[in-house]
């Protein structure tokens, strides 16, 4: 697999050249064959029109035109912002919560055990559960009304407010796997210059802004490049729970790429939509990563 | 870099692969053995898993069923398959566009000789066979059948004194009597099975606009339309409703009494049953009568599900031999014992009483079968009808905004198609 | 903040989030005939286990087991070490534009999985690899290298790199500093890749559908969605314990490797 003993001729500079890609060699192989060939698929798609029978004929960029032409396309990028906006505040926000507050707290595994649980769950289970919470008269209705709130809104139906319902239950699942991730972040952080901070007398917000945060950037950024990754996706919680619905209310564009794509047959628009959707998340993940990544140097 | 362009040349020689045309497999020409069926209607499964016991003594074959719950990637694997050598000896399909968009690609094979058989032994009403006809010739053969009817709570019905209406006034005397009880009369939803009230109402009040809809003679703009909205939607403001953003299973609905009526297929006994209601007692079916009086037939929602073979299988042959033995009476009547859903073959034995009398009734001279509105209109309208009837239920208002919109899709859609 | 405050504060949000488990339970324990939506909250009756049978019984689940069990183990094993190796290359290595190659490796999670379908069955069902279990631990192992190379890259960073130095001076080839030095010191990060990928796969649905018909190869959850469908099949309580069956492996794994991030500031230290 690996070249290790590779002479290096052409540069004495870089010994581990050769050996370096060797060991990532692997990884870009899978993702490419496995991951980066469809989406050559895909991009052609796009510049065709193709109903999923016969032969793709080829269009330009029409599909693009249409695509930015449709009113509803606007709608479906704002309800992807607002997913964007809500994952990064709220199951970001809680999963560092608890991992700060579960860290080095006797018992702290076991405290963070029921953040999990969701994460373990299988989708299908979960899809079912909170359609029951929040339907019209479900479990949340009941239990509010048992506390006499009766004049409740109608949580599915309501625009925006069924995006942002959708946003906590998917948080329900997710804050688990972003407290897990902060938990290893703050286990790599070295003990000297923590133990140096609490000689010092720091404690609370002040160790956790001076030492804690900086040294939590490499873990931070896995989670919130994630989380941004994640929500421009979002699709099953949508799929599962409103269909986008009512109407296209609370459509994201990854729920409107499949329409277009596995409803509508249209494969060239659906196509479209995914290139635009994987440009831009691309282009988010790019500019984030490589600015929290360089900080990180200077550190 | 070297290693940079080999990724690079991996991709292209595969693009061209993919984009290089063709598959499907050559006929084995067998006519026994097992065969790979593909289905959407994956909670079947069991039951087609039961009929292989009679399938394989009466015809030696046993289908290998392959169950796919979602019914649009359904369609797009199905579509995809053509061009693999997987494609399919046997699949389930929808009639109206989708079929014929398969038939006009030359795609599906041709089962007219098996329809001719079946029709001269009386095994299938020949008036069904015009679903399955194009340019004269048949395809695919029926594998299920559904009448969209009026399901009810018996006991909700007796407490009330009422029954089962034979005119629409009735219904809605019904509807009215209900409602002073606190009784929510029918259900609804707001997502995806949002239109059988509006197909209720168009076909019901005029077969021919119901028609002219799908064939894009009639605009949904149209007065008679618009008129027909503005009663659904003063029933809506009536109360008339079951919640739109109720998420609970129709079948619990009906019994726990969220609501007295459901408009729905026939294959809804398998799932009341489950829900622990006893057919006949606990919950009982009517036709819904025209909402026209003069119309000289009650129009009956029918949803008929196709069962296909791929013209290119390499299990043509075989497939086409399930098909022959499907439409027998030995078929249907062990497949209704399996399904428990009426049965298309009229010499079939049906197990559920109330199927059997269903399948007699619509079959009689007072009633005609129109397709339903999910297949006899083309896609891309119905996924735009369906957003704005939900949108619609949401909020129930001036229907002409959500028409146009459904409309200037329409409008693109029959442009398209000259 | 004191300890008990930060206990306490975790048993409340804990306890929140434990309701909807807590639903799922008891309205997973109702017998189908008698369900209703009207009581969410209180426990009825107790068919569990009918249900769960019923479920066994209507998804033919018992076959997939195996199968989704070698899925879970082998290709999140394979991609946490892929993963790692190209972390070690591009932090401990300082493999050339190093942050290109993390982007390419990355770039595999960006984009809709929904959108690669269709090709991915038409290149399997060209290549044999359709229905196999070889094609499955494949694409398992495709999706989950770029989240672990992610998370090794970042946290391999962590580790100061006269570690990999001083190995260097021992006269430690790559490889062995590699698999001896920054593995062990990975470990609970490993770890945790290793669980939160099992269950994503365990719990996989469309690559599973696409890729696969046998009931050997299908994986577990795509045999458990198809029970259910607007024409009839499982009753809610039903599907519900059927989706409980399923998870219990998961939160039994997250259970078992609890102690892994229990170690406090074990590691980074060197």
Redesign the interface.
């Given at each position: 697999m690996?070249s290790?003993?590779t002479p290096t001729v052409k540069a004495p500079k870089?010994p581990?050249?050769w050996?370096?890609?060797?060991?990532?060699?692997?990884?870009?192989?899978?993702?490419?064959?496995?991951?980066?060939?469809?989406?050559?698929?895909?991009t052609?798609l796009s510049l065709t029109e193709y109903?999923?029978?016969?032969?793709?004929e080829w269009v330009g960029v029409e599909n693009y035109v249409e695509m930015f032409d449709d009113p509803q396309f606007l709608g479906s990028v704002f309800n992807t912002l607002l997913w964007v906006v809500g994952t990064l505040l709220v199951p970001v926000g809680?999963g560092l919560g608890?991992a700060l507050?579960?860290w080095?707290?006797?018992?702290?595994?076991?405290?963070?055990?029921?953040?999990?649980?969701?994460?373990?769950?299988?989708?299908?289970?979960?899809a079912?559960?909170?359609?029951?919470?929040?339907?019209?008269?479900?479990?949340l209705d009941?239990?509010l009304a048992a506390f006499g709130i009766v004049d409740t809104p109608?949580?599915?139906?309501d625009a925006p407010l069924n995006t942002v319902v959708m946003i906590l239950a998917t948080a329900?699942q997710g804050?688990g796997?972003n407290a897990?991730?902060f938990?290893?972040?703050?286990?790599?952080?070295?003990?000297?210059p923590?133990e140096a901070a609490r000689m010092d007398g720091a404690t609370?917000l002040r160790l956790f802004r001076s030492i804690l945060w900086p040294?939590l950037r490499?873990?931070t950024?896995?989670v919130v490049?994630?989380s941004i990754?994640a929500s421009?996706?979002t699709?099953d919680i949508v799929q599962g729970?409103?269909?986008?619905?009512?109407?296209?209310?609370s459509e994201t564009l990854?729920l409107t790429?499949?329409?277009e794509?596995?409803?509508?047959?249209?494969y060239g628009l659906?196509?479209a939509i995914?290139v635009f959707?994987?440009v831009v998340?691309?282009a988010a993940?790019?500019l984030y990563?490589?600015e929290q990544?360089s900080r990180?140097h200077e550190a | 870099m070297r290693t940079r362009k080999i990724p690079l040349a991996v991709a292209l020689a595969a693009g061209l692969v993919l984009t290089a045309c063709g598959g499907g497999g050559e006929d084995d020409g067998a006519t026994t053995g097992t065969l790979d069926f593909y289905t959407n209607k994956a909670a079947w499964e069991p039951d087609f898993d039961e009929l292989n016991a009679t399938s394989e003594s009466d015809a030696d074959i046993t289908l290998n069923t392959t169950g796919y719950s979602d019914a649009d990637q359904y369609d797009a694997f199905i579509k995809q398959s053509f061009r693999t050598d997987k494609s399919p000896g046997l699949f389930t399909w929808q009639t109206g566009p989708s079929l014929a968009e398969l038939v006009d690609e030359g795609l599906v094979a041709e089962t007219t000789d098996i329809w001719t058989e079946a029709v001269d032994e009386g095994w299938v009403a020949a008036d069904m066979r015009e679903a399955y006809t194009f340019d004269g010739k048949q395809y695919c053969v029926p594998m299920n059948i559904a009448y969209w009817v009026m399901y009810y709570n018996k006991h909700v019905f007796e407490e009330q004194g009422l029954e089962e209406p034979t005119t629409w006034a009735e219904l809605d005397a019904i509807a009215e009597r209900l409602t002073e009880a606190g009784i929510t009369p029918y259900y609804q939803t707001s997502t995806l099975f949002t239109f059988p009230w509006f197909q209720q109402l168009v076909a019901g009040t005029d077969p021919e606009l119901y028609n002219g809809l799908a064939t894009g003679e009639v605009q949904y703009t149209d007065p008679r339309i618009v008129a027909i909205m503005e009663t659904w939607r003063d029933q809506q403001e009536a109360g008339w409703f079951s919640d739109a953003g109720s998420t609970v299973d129709p079948a619990v609905g009906l019994k726990q009494g969220d609501f007295a009526m459901i408009n729905f297929g026939s294959f809804f006994n398998g799932s009341l049953d489950g829900a622990g209601m006893v057919s006949g007692e606990d919950y009982d079916m009517f036709v819904i009568p025209a909402v026209n009086p003069d119309l000289a037939k009650t129009p009956v929602a029918v949803e008929s599900g196709p069962l296909c073979v791929a013209e290119n299988s390499s299990q043509k042959t075989l497939g086409l031999a399930y098909s022959e033995w499907w439409m027998s009476p030995e078929a249907q009547t062990a497949w209704s014992e399996a399904r428990g859903d009426v049965a298309f073959n009229p010499k079939a034995t049906v197990a559920d009483p109330m199927l059997e009398e269903l399948g007699t009734t619509v079959s009689g001279d007072d009633y005609e079968l129109y397709d339903r509105y999910y297949e006899a209109t083309p896609t891309p309208i119905l996924t735009v009808a369906l957003e704005q009837f939900g949108a619609f239920i949401a909020d129930p208002g001036d229907p002409l905004p959500y028409l146009e919109t459904i409309q200037a899709e329409a409008d693109d859609y029959w442009a398209d198609q000259e | 903040m004191s300890r008990v405050i930060r206990t306490g504060v975790l048993i409340v949000l804990g306890l929140i989030w434990l309701l909807p488990v807590y639903l799922l339970l008891i309205n997973a324990a109702k017998a189908p005939e008698t369900f209703t939506t009207a009581e969410s909250w209180r426990p009825t009756d107790f068919s569990l286990f009918g249900n769960i049978a019923e479920a066994m019984r209507l998804s033919g689940l018992g076959e997939s087991v195996a199968s989704t069990l070698l899925y879970a183990v082998v290709s999140p094993a394979i991609a946490v070490l892929i993963g790692s190796a190209a972390g070690f290359a591009i932090v401990a290595l300082r493999l050339r534009h190093g942050f290109a190659w993390f982007v390419a490796i990355f770039g595999g999670t960006v984009f809709p999985l929904q959108m690669i379908l269709l090709p991915m069955f038409d290149a399997y069902s060209r290549t044999g690899l359709f229905d196999t279990r070889t094609g499955m631990v494949i694409v398992y192992t495709a999706i989950s290298v770029p989240f672990s190379a992610f998370v090794m890259r970042n946290f391999f960073t962590g580790i100061a790199h006269n570690v990999f130095e001083a190995a260097v001076l021992d006269g430690a080839s790559t490889l062995r500093i590699f698999t001896r030095v920054y593995l062990p010191m990975a470990s609970s990060a490993l770890v945790a890749i290793f669980i939160l990928q099992a269950t994503f796969i365990w719990n996989d649905f469309l690559l599973g559908l696409t890729l696969s018909q046998s009931d050997t190869v299908r994986p577990i959850v795509t045999s458990l969605a198809g029970m259910q469908s607007t024409y009839g099949g499982a009753q809610m309580s039903t599907v519900l314990a059927g989706g409980l069956l399923v998870s219990l492996p998961t939160v039994v794994l997250f259970l078992c490797t609890q102690k892994f991030f229990a170690r406090g500031l074990a590691l980074g230290q060197y």
């Open positions: 690996t290790d003993k870089d581990y050249r050996s370096a890609l060797g060991f990532i060699a692997p990884g870009v192989l899978f993702v490419a064959v496995l991951l980066y060939l469809p989406l050559l698929w895909t052609f109903n999923g029978l016969g032969d793709p809680i608890v507050l579960t080095n707290l006797a018992g702290g595994s076991w405290l963070r055990l029921p953040f999990l649980i969701p994460y373990a769950l299988s989708g299908i289970g979960v079912v559960i909170w359609s029951f919470i929040l339907g019209g008269d479900g479990a009941q239990a109608r949580w599915l139906v329900w804050v796997v897990l991730l938990t290893i972040g703050l286990q790599s952080i070295p003990k000297e923590l609370g040294m490499p873990l950024a896995v490049g994630l990754v421009l996706k699709f729970m409103t269909k986008g619905g009512p109407g296209r209310e990854a790429m499949y329409k794509t596995f409803v509508n047959s249209e659906g196509s995914a959707l994987t998340t691309l993940a790019i990563l490589r990544l990180k | - | -």
